[in-house]
């Protein structure tokens, strides 16, 4: 089916480890984006990317990396996880900007850094 | 900087009670305005939008219009549902950000039988 998938849905990791929660979206969208969202925070944005090969920051990257080799594809790498990076995960898809940029979203991934 | 501010909740209703849930923002340009809705366990699903002042979006029953004298976006639904209890995002895009939307940091609402 078309959509944006997100995996996995649950993960549990240790603190210092390498992880990488995987985006995948089957329409082609130019825009891709991750966020996160805590409770009092909302959602606040890690990376973006316009196309492939080309990504951005956000307002909080730190202690994330991400990569866009193909246009479906779009990975978010916590090189050495921390507590404070226990969040749900989200990944979101857009075709363009201002009125063409309404957010097409996966189903999250809930991150837990123990 | 853009910005916006949502009403703080939760907001818990009755079932075909009226609901209001404020939304202002702060852009510097002329934003296209979003509201999405999170069901529990789910992503954000756009609800409705609107790209220029005046425009009302409408969307399940819910309505929202764009004014841009009082820089607001208020979402409103005359008769409320169960089904409607969820988490309420408003947010903005403009056409020079990149595609990147600003979000409020959203409202619950609950409603009873």
């Known amino acids: 089916d078309a959509g944006i998938t997100q995996s996995p849905r649950y993960k549990i990791t240790e603190t210092g480890r390498q992880v990488t929660l995987m985006c995948h979206q089957t329409?082609?969208?130019?825009?891709m984006f991750w966020y996160r969202q805590d409770l009092g925070h909302g959602l606040r944005l890690i990376y973006y990317?316009?196309?492939?090969?080309?990504?951005d920051k956000g307002e909080v990257p730190d202690g994330y990396v991400v990569s866009r080799s193909k246009t479906e594809n779009f990975p978010l790498t916590l090189e050495s996880a921390t507590r404070s990076q226990t969040s749900v995960y989200f990944c979101?898809?857009?075709?363009?900007?201002?009125?063409?940029?309404?957010?097409?979203f996966g189903n999250g991934t809930r991150l837990t850094v123990t | 900087g853009n910005s916006v501010t949502q009403m703080e909740g939760p907001v818990t209703l009755s079932e075909e009670a009226f609901l209001t849930i404020n939304c202002t923002y702060t852009?510097?340009?002329?934003?296209?305005l979003f509201w999405y809705v999170q069901y529990p366990g789910e992503g954000l699903q756009l609800l409705l939008k609107a790209t220029k002042a005046d425009d009302k979006g409408s969307n399940k029953g819910f309505e929202a219009t764009y004014r841009k004298e009082t820089t607001s976006f208020h979402l409103e639904k005359g008769s409320v549902q169960v089904s409607d209890s969820a988490v309420y995002f408003c947010?903005?895009?403009?056409?020079?950000?990149?595609?990147?939307?600003?979000f409020g940091d959203g409202t619950t609402l609950t409603v009873k039988p």
């Open positions: 990317s316009a196309a492939a090969d080309i990504t």
């Open positions: 329409w082609s969208h130019s825009y």
């Open positions: 947010a903005l895009s403009l056409n020079t950000n990149a595609g990147k939307s600003t």
């Open positions: 852009a510097t340009g002329y934003p296209s």
């Open positions: 979101a898809s857009s075709t363009g900007t201002g009125e063409n940029s309404p957010l097409h």
